[in-house]
């Protein structure tokens, strides 16, 4: 059920019996060795599949997000607050409109979490419509999974390599790359956030078994498509 495999009168049709949708959210962004892309592969893979099932459209992922502390790394693509969040204001509107009025946003990019914040004040000004904000990979279930393979998971580490995230030919280094803490201070960007993490992963071992991964992924499956199914008032 994406909306790219649908014509628009299928999703009229659909929406005679149902209003749900789902609407995952990227980001382009340094992932060290692992894909640019990996947020939007991720956000929009783990919703096609829980949605699958149940029949519940998803829309195309957002591939662009809030980033502007990975500047200094080639090929990351930052947008301005002032940009993002009327975008995706201009999505839910969009689809409501047309008739959808219980929505999961499925974000893949913790730099995302403006737009929590947005769907609730876009709840405020459209009575009857509901908005779930589901950072897939800190949901409860999902992350007490990730904490029980490897409690060291960070942003571009093993928590986010998996088979549909790895590039061909490219081998990550095998030994677990440790940072120190810095509580207190503030975050880094451009070319400092460069020098400090160097090649993108924050900590962690860059790769962990195919077994770990898949049993991970088929819990965060299994989250997201308990959203989609229930707890709509």
């Not at 999703?11 to 992932?31: F, I, N």
């Not at 409109?97 to 000004?125: C, K, Y």
């Amino acid at each position: 059920m994406r909306i790219a495999d649908m014509n628009w009168m299928q999703v009229e049709a659909y929406l005679r019996s149902d209003d749900r949708a789902v609407l995952p959210l990227g980001s382009t962004e340094q992932h060290a060795y692992l894909s640019l892309s990996v947020d939007s592969i991720l956000a929009e893979r783990v919703a096609v599949e829980a949605a699958e099932p149940l029949g519940v459209p998803v829309f195309p992922v957002v591939s662009y997000g809030l980033t502007p502390y990975f500047q200094a790394y080639p090929g990351t693509v930052t947008l301005r607050m002032t940009t993002y969040l009327p975008l995706v204001r201009d999505i839910l509107d969009s689809l409501h409109h047309t008739g959808f009025r219980r929505i999961l946003i499925v974000n893949g990019h913790g730099g995302n979490s403006p737009a929590a914040a947005l769907a609730t004040e876009w709840m405020a000004d459209h009575p009857g419509a509901q908005v779930k904000f589901h950072n897939w990979w800190n949901a409860p279930a999902t992350w007490a999974k990730a904490m029980a393979i490897d409690p060291v998971a960070s942003h571009a580490s093993w928590l986010e390599n998996f088979p549909w995230t790895r590039l061909p030919g490219v081998t990550p280094p095998a030994e677990q790359k440790r940072l120190p803490e810095r509580p207190g201070m503030a975050a880094l960007v451009g070319d400092a956030a460069r020098t400090f993490y160097g090649d993108g992963n924050f900590n962690g071992y860059y790769q962990r078994s195919d077994d770990e991964m898949l049993a991970l992924w088929q819990v965060a499956v299994e989250e997201t498509r308990a959203l989609i199914a229930g707890g709509w008032e």
